[in-house]
């Protein structure tokens, strides 16, 4: 493989303009933010802003232009006027430097440069930034999205609150600093498997009649106990052992000790990079561009186009080949006698078993006693109607305000056994639960159960009543994402959920629309 001297790196995706250059470590990084006059960013005058600033930025860190071996910049995802000027300040540097030139996903540098800074190896990774939020983890050479907001990122969410209280951009630093002295009002909770939303979450604060300490201190808990809860999903889901924490919003000290609290309960390590590499900048640009180019990875000038929908799922990780060594297998169903999962510590016996919801640490009391109470009562419910209507299920013994004792059922988690006959017949069981006008709400392939031939599923704790073709996509979606990330044999096994799906569901069609339109919703908003 080559090795590359210093890359000048430049990132301007959004509101601020960033460059750097890296060699084997950091040499130089220089940024100049555009603050908006009032309101959001507006993509048109941000491009300008960054088109005027740009010779200023980069000439603070290009004191030898003759070291530079090679230019990386953002090619998404992002603001397409601002990607737009980034690249053509790119594309004349590579050419009068004459050197070569590399696009660097905007998702995957955060992720890289926190992996450097940090040392962690290979983590779930909590991406929380103004217009993406995504629970990120490799898987044979790419990064996979196991969940993400299905609406607007938690940054973009947190600015629009803001602006709608007359706070300056961005609105996080003022909400962190009001919350440090305001108390606890009830607010909605979105979570839907290891997906995610807020606007319902940001209208009702915006309408809150409450003091406006209480409502960014609640705002916050609200938030970040959802980003925390859907990171545990995955790390619970995976085994892993490590989390990682990049992206803007990631600079909060509620969101950091709240993630650090899940992790010490579970075991797990948090990683968090220092602050100047948290937000965006040019210095996880640059790195990212080094090790890209040291694999073999570079792009002609005539190829060399913006991307402002660029998945991280969609970039071939040249530059790992490594595995998942230190990942711990699940333990086949069969033989186990207890279990942690994401919410609930679990006991099973020979003929029944004991689902507890043990409280979080990191959430609110009050809203974990709430959440506690009102899921294990749903559960409870929707597995009886969903049994009632012949879909495969536990049978209930009895229930209190937090725990459920039930069936054991007997056979193998799909988790651990993805054949397409086996996701066949959960599209089919699947099917038949959308037919009765219920919907899981956590469709993942650790809450199915192949036994003899058919596919039983089990918890039900975001289990909900709606005959709505946009809840039956979300519960569809967030099993797809799951089989996506972690096995290569997506393509074949989504394709035989369909036709289980479509075997005993008449409007599967509608529905696997539907779906298509979530996934595309995830894109950089």
């Given amino acids: 493989m080559p090795v590359f001297g210093p890359i000048l790196g430049i990132e301007g995706t959004a ?3 960033s460059a750097a250059v890296f ?106 930034s103004g217009a993406n939020t995504q629970v990120i983890g490799y898987l044979n050479r790419r990064y996979r999205i196991f969940g993400e907001t299905l609406d607007i990122g938690i940054g973009n969410a947190i600015d629009k609150f803001a602006r709608s209280r007359g706070l300056p951009h961005p609105g996080g630093p003022a909400i962190e600093e009001l919350a440090k002295t305001g108390d606890y009002v009830e607010l ?27 409502v960014c201190y609640s705002l916050q808990e ?14 619970a889901h995976t085994g892993k052992n490590e989390v990682l924490l990049v992206g803007g919003v990631g600079a909060n000290a509620r969101l950091q000790a709240m993630l650090a609290q899940m992790c010490e309960d579970r075991g797990a390590a948090l990683f968090v990079p220092e602050r100047k590499y948290l937000g965006d900048n040019g210095a996880m640009i640059a790195y990212t561009g080094k090790i890209m180019l040291e694999s073999g990875y570079d792009v002609p000038i005539s190829e060399s186009f913006v991307n402002p929908s660029y998945r991280s799922d969609q970039v071939e990780v040249t530059w790992r080949h490594d595995t998942p060594a230190d990942q711990v297998r699940p333990i086949p169903l069969e033989y186990m006698t207890h279990a942690t999962g994401a919410e609930a510590a679990v006991a099973l016996g020979e003929i029944l078993v004991w689902k507890q919801r043990v409280g979080k640490k990191y ?18 419910r929707l597995i009886s109607a969903a049994r009632r209507v012949g879909v495969p299920t536990p049978v209930i013994r009895d229930i209190t305000h937090d725990t459920i004792v039930m069936e054991r059922i007997s056979g193998t ?16 069981t699947v099917g038949n639960l959308h037919r009765a006008g219920i919907v899981h709400g956590d ?83």
Avoid at 50 to 65: F, T
Avoid at 222 to 235: D, G, I, K, P, S
Wanted: glycine share 8%.
């Fill in 23 to 128: 060699g084997h470590d950091l040499i130089a990084l220089s940024s100049k933010p555009y603050n908006p006059p009032q309101g959001g960013i507006h993509p048109r005058e941000a491009a300008q802003h960054h088109a005027a600033e740009m010779k200023a930025v980069i000439s603070r860190v290009l004191s030898n232009p003759d070291q530079i071996t090679g230019i990386a910049f953002s090619q998404g995802p992002g603001l397409g006027p601002c990607l737009r000027t980034v690249a053509t300040a790119a594309r004349s540097l590579a050419i009068g430097l004459r050197v070569p030139l590399v696009g660097v996903n905007h998702c995957v540098a955060h992720i890289e440069i926190g992996r450097f800074a940090t040392g962690c190896h290979d983590p779930v990774v909590l991406y929380a």
């Fill in 15 to 17: 509101w601020n303009l």
């Fill in 413 to 428: 988690l799909i988790r651990d056994a993805l054949t397409e006959e086996h996701l066949r017949a959960a599209g089919r």
């Fill in 222 to 235: 609200t938030a970040f106990a959802m980003c925390t809860e859907v990171t545990e999903r995955a790390l």
């Fill in 363 to 380: 959430r609110r009391p009050e809203l974990d006693c709430r959440l506690i109470t009102e899921r294990t009562r749903a559960e409870a």
């Fill in 443 to 525: 469709l993942t392939t650790s809450n199915m159960v192949i036994r003899n031939g058919s596919c039983v599923l089990i918890d039900f704790g975001l289990a909900a009543v709606s005959p709505e073709v946009e809840a039956r996509g979300v519960d569809l979606h967030v099993l797809f994402q799951t089989l996506e990330s972690t096995t290569d044999r997506f393509p074949l096994l989504k394709e035989a959920f369909r036709e289980g799906y479509a075997q005993v569901f008449g409007g599967a069609g509608e529905v696997f629309s539907r779906e298509q339109e979530i996934e595309k919703r995830g894109r950089y908003l």
């Fill in 188 to 214: 909605p909770y979105t979570v839907k498997g290891m997906d995610l939303a807020f606007s319902g979450l940001i209208s009702a604060a915006r309408e809150c009649g409450a003091p406006i300490s209480d």
